[in-house]
């Protein structure tokens, strides 16, 4: 028997990565059907192929568009009718010093790491059964100072607030809402963090450097801990943070 037998799930971010981590592990721990998103829809059609199964669904759409999110509800109200699982996992990183953000960057980051999470969550209501598990995925990095973090750090500690304040919102229809913050993890996103390889190197020699346990995490150690903060193990866990982080918010 598995720990989400029946389940039905949303992953926003679900075409690489963390997200893909989590739907794959969904789905072996028994959940019904689970519905992935991503904006490029050639990444989403991969990881549909690589979960290899008729239980998932790829639904193209960017989570910081109106309507886009329209759409994806649309998708699952006609193919399921509720949800009891929603990972608002889909994310952007930005390492940019203080003197050279744009506006641009802002508004972007925002946009899709908390506008984003919002709406998502916001348009799910309808659907979202009694007994319902929100999982926000957040960053070690909203707790910690790191170089040139501070847009994305400021967007990850966001979600720490919208947790917290919508475990309490949602309480009367038992649905729990909690964090769950990565440190490093070994997936595409690192990419993204530095223009060039010689700095890219620099960087996340530095940014191991950090990490008590002396390593990157890997997209499965977060899965496990999804399907915890999923399932019934953590009944009685709401509005909490769970760091998922090698030590590295402890130091
Ligand atoms: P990846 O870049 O590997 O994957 C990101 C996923 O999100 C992709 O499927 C991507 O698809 C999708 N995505 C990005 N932007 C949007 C958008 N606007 N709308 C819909 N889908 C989108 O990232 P990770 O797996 O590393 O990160 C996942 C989450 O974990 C993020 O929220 C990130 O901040 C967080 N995190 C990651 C850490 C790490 O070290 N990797 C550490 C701490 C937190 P597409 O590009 O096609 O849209």
Same mark, same amino acid.
């Given at each position: 028997?598995?720990?989400?037998?029946?389940?039905?799930?949303?992953?926003? /971010? /679900?075409?690489?990565?963390?997200?893909?981590?989590?739907?794959?592990?969904?789905?072996?721990?028994?959940?019904?059907?689970?519905? @992935?998103?991503?904006?490029?829809? *050639?990444?989403?059609?991969?990881?549909?192929?690589?979960?290899?199964?008729?239980?998932?669904?790829?639904?193209?759409?960017?989570?910081?568009?109106?309507?886009?999110?329209?759409?994806?509800?649309?998708?699952?109200?006609?193919?399921?009718?509720?949800?009891? !699982?929603?990972?608002?996992?889909?994310?952007?990183?930005?390492?940019?010093?203080?003197?050279?953000?744009?506006?641009?960057?802002?508004?972007?980051?925002?946009? !899709?790491?908390?506008?984003?999470?919002?709406?998502?969550?916001?348009?799910?209501?309808?659907?979202?059964?009694?007994?319902?598990?929100?999982?926000?995925?957040?960053?070690? %990095?909203?707790?910690?100072?790191?170089?040139?973090? %501070?847009?994305?750090?400021?967007?990850?500690?966001?979600?720490?607030?919208?947790?917290?304040?919508?475990?309490?919102?949602?309480?009367?229809?038992?649905?729990?809402?909690?964090?769950?913050?990565?440190?490093?993890?070994?997936?595409?996103?690192?990419?993204?963090?530095?223009? %060039?390889?010689? !700095?890219?190197?620099?960087? @996340?020699?530095?940014?191991?450097?950090?990490?008590?346990?002396?390593?990157?995490?890997?997209?499965?150690?977060?899965?496990?801990?999804?399907?915890?903060?999923?399932?019934?193990?953590?009944?009685?866990?709401?509005?909490? *943070?769970?760091?998922?982080?090698?030590?590295?918010?402890? !130091?």
């Amino acid at each position: 028997m598995g720990k989400l037998d029946g389940k039905i799930a949303l992953i926003t /971010g /679900g075409s690489e990565g963390i997200g893909l981590a989590i739907a794959q592990r969904f789905i072996v721990e028994g959940a019904e059907h689970v519905f @992935i998103t991503g904006r490029r829809q *050639e990444m989403l059609d991969e990881a549909v192929k690589r979960i290899d199964t008729a239980n998932v669904t790829g639904v193209q759409g960017d989570v910081s568009n109106m309507e886009d999110l329209d759409k994806l509800y649309h998708v699952i109200q006609k193919e399921k009718k509720r949800l009891d !699982i929603v990972v608002a996992n889909a994310g952007i990183s930005l390492v940019a010093p203080l003197e050279l953000i744009t506006e641009k960057q802002f508004d972007d980051t925002f946009d !899709i790491n908390v506008k984003g999470v919002l709406f998502t969550v916001q348009k799910a209501l309808p659907i979202l059964v009694d007994g319902a598990s929100i999982i926000l995925i957040g960053s070690v %990095s909203s707790i910690k100072g790191h170089p040139s973090a %501070s847009v994305y750090s400021a967007s990850k500690a966001a979600i720490r607030s919208f947790a917290r304040c919508w475990s309490v919102d949602l309480k009367q229809r038992n649905i729990r809402v909690n964090t769950l913050s990565p440190g490093t993890i070994k997936t595409g996103m690192l990419k993204y963090v530095a223009s %060039s390889e010689s !700095i890219k190197t620099t960087f @996340i020699k530095d940014l191991i450097a950090t990490v008590p346990m002396n390593r990157f995490g890997t997209p499965d150690e977060v899965a496990t801990a999804a399907v915890f903060l999923a399932s019934d193990d953590s009944s009685y866990i709401t509005g909490i *943070e769970l760091f998922m982080d090698g030590g590295r918010g402890q !130091i």
